[in-house]
């Protein structure tokens, strides 16, 4: 391999799924390779759902072994979710699930000490009932939280494993609703109204900042030979996928498609108004100062639990049949928490359709154009409601992720929205994470040109809008009523 080319693993964990991936870059290169892909299932214990931490450990040993050797190494996850450790630096029980019950009705008990609109105009953090925030105060009586001596939140809990250095990656840090988006620090005032405790929080730490070398215990395991750095990398995977958007200026709104959708818009600045708050908007930080302002939708998680109730029908034959379903015959609100927890997806579904006095789907073809419909329709409002929003037009829409091998999606959501949609690359997260390394090392430049090297070097598919936008106003308007 050329002395200019460098070879970096991306620990990039889903909610639903892990991978290590190596990526190589060179001056005018960029390729990704799968080294190891692994499940990542919850357990349901008497006490709620967790995650199976120990099982992604073993993953990413086991993925860093299948990678060979590589210059650096970066972790990224899903948000929200932490590990607590003890004194000794062990961790106490596994971690809780997002979707585990015990945030239920706390909202409302941080809402009487912090109003929402105070919490808001602090923090700039949508609300979600899982937002770290929540979690710590519904488990403010609980003896793991009494005898824990440092909060790491997940990917920062690996690097952790892989080097013995604790540091709070910034971009995660932002979705804990402890940050204040203006100043990208810790909000004291917040967290002491809360009586939550910051000193439990690593030192904050950069999107390429060095985090450490492997130990020589996991370069044993791993086959690697040392020293192996590990980069701080946009640890929140939506960080590193909209790193990965390959656009072109300022004038784009990006979905980062998988379990969630994100959607939204990169600014130079939060937007804290009050209708952004009720738009349900968040301002979660990314790369080189930017501001990530999205709102979450349900995203492919309707489709995926529904999938598992079908018995995991092959999707090369469910979408081609789902694609001949009449369009927009019913939709459902694919933000709505209702959503949120799993089990009976398709039932679900259709007592929400049934609900709302539009005809009912029921084959699984039905229930996916649906959904997809659905899907396409929250896109727009959300494109839509941020530009408006944040006084920040567009002209495409990138779709990255997972969802950009569903080309029905992407072309209803171009539909949707009245605007090209250019879709790629499928593994953003993994691209972003190997982006801030070979930054970090002198390989890559800035933000832009990092996105410039991706648009040359990846396949990427663009769909352009079909008819008018007014059916999708009408279907818009079956679910609000306007």
């Known amino acids: 391999m050329s002395a200019l080319v460098k070879s970096y ?47 992604l450990y073993r993953g ?101 494993w892989l080097t013995g250095e604790q540091g709070t990656e910034l971009t995660n840090a932002s979705t804990t609703q402890l940050i204040d988006p203006r100043t990208r620090t810790w909000s004291h005032e917040i967290a002491s109204r809360l009586g939550v405790d ?69 600014l130079d600045a939060p937007v804290l108004s009050e209708e952004s708050r009720t738009a ?25 639990e529904c999938l598992r109730a079908w018995g995991e029908p092959e999707l090369s034959t469910l979408l081609p049949a789902a694609a001949k379903v009449p369009a927009l015959r019913s939709v459902v609100d694919a933000g709505d928490a209702a959503f949120l927890a799993p089990g009976r997806m398709p039932e679900r579904i259709a007592d929400a359709c049934r609900a709302s006095g539009q005809p009912v789907p029921g084959t699984p073809a039905e229930i996916t154009r ?28 990138h779709v990255v992720g997972g969802g950009t091998r569903n080309a029905l999606l992407c072309q209803l959501t171009a539909d949707a929205c009245g605007l090209p949609v250019v879709a790629g690359p499928t593994e953003a997260a993994a691209f972003g994470n190997v982006l801030v390394q070979a930054r970090a090392h002198g390989l890559v430049g800035d933000l832009a040109s ?7 070097t990846q396949p990427l598919t663009r769909y352009e809008p079909r008819g008018d936008t007014a059916r999708w106003r009408e279907a818009q308007d079956r679910l609000t009523g306007g």
Not at 31 to 55: K, M, Q, S, Y
Not at 208 to 230: Q, S
């Open 370 to 397: 649906c959904i997809l419909d659905s899907l396409a329709l929250a896109h727009r409002r959300a494109v839509e409601d941020a530009q408006r929003l944040a006084g920040h037009p567009v002209d495409v829409v």
């Open 60 to 160: 990413v040993l086991d993925g860093l072994r299948a990678a060979g050797q590589v210059d650096s190494v970066g972790v990224d996850s899903w948000a929200v979710d932490y590990g607590l450790l003890d004194a000794d630096g062990a961790l106490l029980g596994n971690p809780v699930h997002y979707r585990d019950s015990r945030t239920e009705g706390v909202a409302e008990k941080v809402w009487a000490t912090v109003p929402a609109g105070e919490l808001y105009a602090a923090t700039g953090l949508q609300y979600a009932p899982f937002n770290t925030l929540y979690q710590l105060v519904a488990a403010r009586d609980s003896a793991q939280l009494r005898a824990a001596q440092r909060l790491l939140l997940i990917p920062d809990l690996l690097s952790y």
């Open 198 to 266: 910051l000193g439990l929080f690593a030192p904050l730490r950069q999107p390429g900042d060095p985090a450490g070398v492997l130990r020589p215990e996991v370069l044993e395991e791993t086959g690697l030979r040392g020293p192996v750095p590990v980069t701080a990398v946009g640890s929140h995977d939506t960080a590193s996928a909209v790193a990965a958007v390959p656009a072109d200026g300022e004038r784009f709104a990006y979905i980062c498609t998988g379990t969630w959708s994100l959607a939204g818009l990169e």
């Open 450 to 456: 990092g996105r410039r090297l991706l648009a040359r």
């Open 280 to 304: 349900n908007f968040t301002n979660e930080l990314g790369l080189d100062g930017t501001v990530r302002y999205l709102r979450n939708i349900m995203g492919l998680w309707l489709l995926q």
């Open 9 to 55: 693993a991306a620990v990039d964990l889903g909610a639903s799924s892990g991978r290590v991936m190596v990526g190589r870059v060179g001056p005018d290169s960029l390729e990704l390779t799968e080294a190891h892909r692994f499940a990542n299932r919850p357990v349901r214990v008497p006490e709620g759902l967790r995650w199976d931490v120990l099982a």
